[in-house]
């Protein structure tokens, strides 16, 4: 099994801004979720603990690692998308700088390459085959990942055989507890959005990587 952990709160989700490859340290919110998500998982029988090497991803997988005692493993293949010039923008920051790009990018969705980054396809493989490569290594065992927003919510679609950019129908909030199961070459959701650790601590509008 896969425990998939979107990373917690950080300074840029509550800006609204596209973080991508770049970084934003965590909010104390983001602290907070992470060591609540931490107690429940160290109630939890897991076997390895692996990390996008993204420090929003590094620094929850870190706080998750010293409370249950295990150490971390980094993943470059468990990075959010690289999306390029957008990075570090508002939405509406990119239709003034970008506007024939941001266009392009609503239009095209799943096949645009972003100029100096990646198309959501690109990254919906790359998840595929990072996520199937880490649970053919454990099989048999439970395994934690922490990742992101959009990496989550593109291997979500794919699982679920959905066409890409439903994005919007669903929560995807920092520090959810997600649940996959890879069984005879296919892979099975079990748990979406269990946010259930963080009651008394208030969740951000889902929103970004």
């Given amino acids: 099994m896969v425990i998939a952990i979107r ?14 490859q770049l970084d934003s340290p965590l909010t104390q919110r983001g602290i907070e979720q992470a060591r609540a998500l931490a107690q429940r998982l160290c109630r ?12 929003r991803a ?21 990075r959010e ?7 570090g923008l508002t939405v509406e920051e990119m239709r003034q700088k ?3 790009e941001r266009e392009e990018y609503e239009r095209l969705g799943l096949d645009y390459v972003i100029p100096g ?4 396809r690109q990254r919906l493989e790359r998840s595929v085959r990072t996520l199937t490569s880490i649970a053919q290594t454990h099989a048999g065992q439970s395994v934690v990942v922490v ?6 919510t593109g291997f979500f679609e794919f699982v679920l055989g ?6 919007r129908r669903f929560r995807r909030a920092n520090c959810s507890y997600n649940t996959f199961v890879y069984s005879e070459a296919k892979w099975c959701l079990e748990t979406w959005n269990d946010t259930s650790h963080l009651e008394g601590i208030a969740e951000l509008d889902d929103w970004a990587s």
């Avoid at 929850?60 to 293949?77: D, F, M, N, S, Y």
């Avoid at 998308?81 to 990075?87: E, N, Y």
């Fill in 98 to 100: 970008f506007p024939r």
């Fill in 147 to 152: 990742t992101h927003g959009g990496f989550l």
């Fill in 162 to 167: 959905m066409q890409p950019g439903n994005d």
């Fill in 81 to 87: 998308r690289h999306m390029g010039i957008f990075q």
């Fill in 44 to 55: 939890t029988r897991f076997d390895a603990l692996y990390s996008s090497d993204l420090g």
């Fill in 7 to 20: 990373h917690g709160e950080t300074e840029w989700n509550r800006e609204q801004r596209e973080i991508g």
């Fill in 117 to 120: 980054g990646e198309s959501a």
């Fill in 58 to 78: 590094v620094q929850t997988a870190e706080i998750i690692g010293t409370e249950c005692r295990i150490p971390v493993k980094l993943a470059a293949g468990l």
